[in-house]
């Protein structure tokens, strides 16, 4: 009788001993595989962040082809070229070193408009030559203006150092509307100093207001 009561007390001290090994065993399986499930997840979250990464890496590239297109378009706006510009060969009066006569010198002014034209020749007319002497060297043209009616009125100044004796006077003079009629826009010409209408323009030939075209 003992005996069969050591033997049952046995078998189900081992039936509960395989029990919670059993159990054991289950737990530890579960646990692994939460932590294989946690693993994966954040695995992926890895990928996902790498992904979206590499997709603002793309956005931020693909507006450099744009960034290109927007300065090349503006860069070609800025290579337009100015208004043509015309070029034309007159000539310009001038005078030897002593100021004996009138030379004739051959020059070719660019010009974009009438206005730039009569500008140009003011200026070779106060530009010496190889073997000229400019008349108009050291008077300052202060402004020129060609009205509607062909009359180009000009304002000039003679400093002290810019007199010239009577001879050099009339020289210069005739160099000026002689260098101004060969435009057939110019009709007439008014030549002030200093803004007034004066009699002389350095106190030794009489000024006409205005010179007409011969």
Known sequence: MNKRKWLGLMIFVLAITMLAACTNKNLSSGDQTTTDSTDQHTGQDQNGNQQGDSNDTGDTDSTKPNEGGSNNGSSGSNDKPDAAKQQQSITVF???????????????????????????????????????????????????????????????HVPDNGHLGAGGESFAIEALTKTLFQFDEVKSIDLLVDGQATESLMGHVTLEHPFMRP
């Open 94 to 156: 001038k005078t030897d070193d002593e100021l004996m006569e009138l030379k004739e010198e051959k020059v070719t002014i660019t010009f974009g408009n009438m206005e730039e034209k009569i500008q140009a020749a003011l200026k070779a007319l106060q530009t010496d030559g190889d073997q000229t002497y400019a008349l108009w060297k050291k008077i300052e043209f202060k402004s020129s203006k060609l009205n509607d009616n062909g009359m180009l009125t000009i304002d000039v």
